[in-house]
């Protein structure tokens, strides 16, 4: 267990005159160990961090899914991995499976091109993150999803009350080593003096050489007021947020241990859980013997495909309220061998509605085939069913890492859905059921789509030269792209297609490089080439 050691200093004596008496007042500052040997080095963690916020300037700078995103993950691990040597802070061995995780998330996001999962993986990577911290600077072993989520919270704005440290720690380092090194000084003069040079020989080579000419144009067309102003920004933001939070977590204000909160009286929570359980079983039973067995009869005007294709979303919020009250009963109320059944039966017959949603659900995908929404919803009840899983242990067996069990179970489930490639999916689905598809949804997925909507539309008869206009979608005549729009015909969605994705597959730098867009854009080079 790491050491959580606070050293203690008086500042200064106060005597002051009330009522006639002395009173001496004591004036303390708490100061951890970890606090002081920020400050100590700080001319490691003042140049690091500055060198770690121009890295992430550099790798995300109009750049959010480019092969620098899993590069400037793995410098942010290395940054974590500097820091905690220098503040002389063991690694533990829970903390091995968060950086795995948020490297695959990085490998994920310059995998695929669907903005979704792209915004799905930036989330999970900022919470698996502040979950490392957390686990890496207090004990967290007996912390629970409250706990964790509170800690977060009070990380993150917390924080902000050390913006100022970098400015307070560099003036007490430097006032305590004495004056700045002349080396220093001779290196910013060096600087200065190298600005002009550097200008006059750059111009000089730009008229010698016309292929670096031509960099040196691009360079300097790259170099506006708003680019500048953006990176500056970028850089100012990581290198102040970076060094205050690696500041407040030094401090370890957030308290490890964990309230037993357990107090709340047993019958209320027998009431209210009995009562929705006797619902859930009579809800139960239509759905074995109705839905599954298909024994019961339906309601008048009903076929069986309709009766299954609703209520889905209903069943999934119901199966997340039964979750939350689950967990609600474990942290607030005292133990009771009833409330333990009764939360048995209804955690039981949420399995029942979790299976009646998928049921539902796969059959409405049947009839209107696939969007991400609809995968997505089915993600979130696998989620559910191995969530509930490990709450029916929990109830029984209360030593069980619940919280832990649901960040391994959620991350693996996660890491499965990104690297998947939902748009890939969606597309393969759906035009095999052609010609029953949305093609107005196809003309919108991303290039994770390409491998199965580019060879569809060679089989249709496509002219992917229109994929070198400006606008694909130019090449259709008035008549035919209001004729597409109105039935969702498939000899236009194509070019929608290729229009909605142009832009994205034509940044090919190496700075941006996307695994999917790059495959995208070969397939449809080797089509062009082929004509």
């Known amino acids: 267990m ?13 005597q002051e005159q009330i009522s ?13 160990v970890e606090t002081k040997r920020l400050q100590e080095h700080y001319n490691f963690f003042g140049p690091v961090t500055f060198l770690y916020a121009v890295f992430y300037a550099f790798c995300m700078f109009r750049n959010g899914s480019g092969i620098t995103f899993p590069f400037f993950l793995a410098g942010t ?7 905690l040597s220098k503040l002389e802070i063991t690694l533990k061995k829970g903390s091995a499976f968060y950086m795995v995780s948020i490297l695959l998330l990085g490998v994920s996001t310059f995998c695929t091109d669907g903005w979704a999962i792209i915004g799905l993986n930036k989330l999970a990577v900022f919470l698996l ?8 600077y207090f004990d967290t072993t007996k912390w629970k999803l409250g706990k964790y989520v509170g800690s977060i919270c009070q990380l993150v704005v917390m924080s902000f009350g050390e913006l100022g440290k970098p400015f307070s720690d560099g003036k007490a380092y430097f006032r305590e080593k004495g004056k700045v090194n002349k080396k220093v000084w001779y290196g910013l003069l060096g600087v200065v003096i190298a600005l002009p040079i550097l200008l006059i020989a750059a111009g000089l080579l730009s008229s010698a050489d016309a292929v670096f000419r031509k960099m040196t144009v691009d360079f300097m067309n790259w170099i506006r007021p708003g680019n500048v102003f953006n990176v500056v920004i970028r850089v100012t933001f990581l290198f102040f947020t970076s060094y205050a939070l690696t500041s407040y977590l030094c401090k370890r204000s957030i308290p490890e241990e964990v309230k037993d909160r357990r107090k709340g009286e047993p019958v209320l929570a027998i009431t209210i859980m009995s009562l929705l359980s006797l619902l859930y079983l009579l809800f139960s039973g239509i759905q074995i013997f109705g839905l599954f067995l298909g024994k019961m009869q339906l309601p008048e005007g009903y076929t069986y495909a309709q009766y299954a294709r609703e209520g889905f979303f209903q069943l999934l919020a119901v199966s997340i309220l039964n979750l939350i009250l689950v967990l609600v009963c474990l942290s607030f109320f005292r133990e009771s061998k009833v409330l333990k059944v009764i939360m048995t039966i209804m955690s039981l017959c949420t399995f029942i509605m979790i299976a009646s949603s998928v049921m539902r659900m796969i059959i409405y995908i049947r009839y209107y085939y696939l969007t991400f929404l609809r995968i997505f919803v089915l993600w979130m009840l696998a989620v559910l069913f191995v969530m509930f899983i490990g709450v029916l242990i929990n109830i029984y067996r209360e030593s069980f890492p619940l919280f832990r069990y649901g960040v391994v179970m959620v991350t693996v489930l996660y890491l499965a859905l990104s690297f998947s490639h939902p748009d890939y999916i969606i597309a393969r689905v759906n035009i095999a059921n052609a010609p029953g598809g949305d093609y107005s949804y196809l003309s919108d997925l991303s290039a994770d789509a390409a491998p199965v909507i580019i060879p569809y539309m060679e089989s249709l008869g496509y002219d992917f030269g229109a994929y070198e206009l400006e606008n694909p979608t130019d090449i259709m005549s008035e008549d035919t792209q209001a004729q597409w729009w109105g039935s969702y015909q498939p000899k236009g969605f194509g070019y929608y297609y290729l229009n ?14 996307n695994i999917s867009r790059y495959m995208a854009r070969k397939q449809i080079e080797a089509r062009i080439d082929g004509k």
Do not use: P, W
């Open 500 to 513: 909605h994705n142009k832009k994205r597959l034509d940044q090919t730098s190496l700075r941006t490089f």
């Open 20 to 32: 006639g008496q002395n009173v001496v007042r004591v004036v303390e500052k708490t100061e951890t």
């Open 77 to 83: 691990l290395l940054y974590f991995a500097f820091s």
């Open 129 to 136: 993150v502040m979950c490392l911290l957390l686990n890496q």
């Open 2 to 14: 790491q050491e959580n050691t606070a050293v203690r200093e008086t500042n200064s004596i106060n």
